[in-house]
């Protein structure tokens, strides 16, 4: 038997203005997604957008549905629109905000398991880091290197 320690480095900004204008840029567009959510049962709206390599962008708003289970993360909503990537084409940055963050009981919107188990796989899928940024409030930033960093130990299937 052995003790093991895991730990992740991440660094917290005080301002979406510090971060690159690209990922800035990013999160405009996911606050502009807000509008597209639909969480009439919650009334918790989240925005998500992601870049590629190439500049691409694409987004995702929560989907809610009265049954339950159907409901659609914003994470998730946006991966899914990030099929359209070429196949040559990587993922680069990934942003998360929040229409309710006063709601929340911690300080960060923070990717359930379900998303972070995607995209954890996406990273996986692509060889190469997603790194990603969520938004907290009083405007704070958490910004991490990897999404894998956020979900040690994950289910990986070998294809
Ligand atoms: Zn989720």
């Known amino acids: 038997m052995s003790f093991q320690k895991l730990s992740i480095d991440y660094r917290i900004f005080t301002s979406i203005y510090q971060l690159p204008s690209e990922v800035q840029?990013?999160?405009?567009q996911a606050t502009q997604s807000l509008q597209k959510s639909y969480a009439p049962y919650s009334g918790f709206t989240v925005g998500a957008a992601t870049s590629s390599k190439s500049g691409k962008i694409f987004t995702g708003a929560n989907q809610e549905n009265g049954a339950y289970p159907m409901c659609l993360c914003a994470e998730r909503v946006a991966l899914s629109n990030a099929i359209h990537l070429e196949r040559e084409d990587?993922?680069?940055?990934?942003?998360?905000?929040?229409?309710?963050?006063?709601?929340?009981?911690?300080?960060?919107?923070?990717?359930?398991?379900?998303?972070r188990q995607v995209l954890s796989e996406t990273e996986y899928r692509q060889q190469h880091p997603i790194r990603l940024y969520i938004l907290g409030k009083k405007e704070k930033v958490l910004e991490f290197k990897n999404c894998n960093d956020l979900l040690p130990f994950g289910f990986v299937y070998k294809t």
């Open 25 to 28: 840029s990013l999160f405009q």
């Open 90 to 115: 990587v993922l680069q940055y990934f942003v998360i905000v929040g229409g309710a963050l006063e709601k929340m009981e911690t300080e960060f919107l923070s990717p359930c398991g379900a998303c």
